[in-house]
């Protein structure tokens, strides 16, 4: 069986740097066999983020690539806090929120970049949660897609 770092390694993935706290909130807090991570936003490999609206500055299929750039965000989070990837058993929930006009109805489809990469990484069985995927008139610092997630660790 691969194990997360070594599917990150076989997909050729690079994580972007890992963001610290950037308010009064920890990044990954864990209870338990239960690792609760922060909604994170589109980091890209330069630190930068992705910005505008989903379905007015952004298409859906663009908006799917930040949700998979937040993804990567929330799994650079994960290996600085333990380490290693490999510590992480499986994909609980996803909370997806999308920067969208109000008439946008396309929200799970950006989500899915998210989602998508968590099945690379952790397969059918392990990398697919329950989720949600909603709208937001705005998300902090104009980010097109915010992700918080919830993992069982081993």
Not at 120 to 128: C, H, S, T
């Amino acid at each position: 069986m691969t194990t997360p770092e070594q599917q990150l390694e076989k997909l050729g993935i690079i994580l972007p740097p890992a963001s610290g706290a950037t308010g009064v909130f920890k990044v990954v807090y864990v209870d338990g066999k239960h690792a609760y991570v922060s909604g994170h936003g589109p980091v890209k490999e330069d630190g930068s983020m992705i910005t505008g609206k989903v379905g007015a500055d952004l298409s859906v299929e663009e908006g799917k690539l930040a949700a998979r750039q937040v993804g990567l965000a929330i799994l650079a989070s994960l290996r600085a806090h333990f380490g290693s990837l490999d510590k992480v058993k499986r994909v609980i929930k996803v909370l997806g929120m999308v920067n969208c006009p109000s008439d946008f109805a396309s929200q799970p489809q950006v989500i899915n970049g998210c989602s998508e990469l968590f099945r690379d990484i952790w397969g059918e069985d392990l990398g697919l949660g329950v989720r949600s995927a909603v709208g937001m008139g705005s998300l902090p610092g104009q980010i097109s897609v915010e992700v918080e997630a919830l993992f069982e660790i081993h």
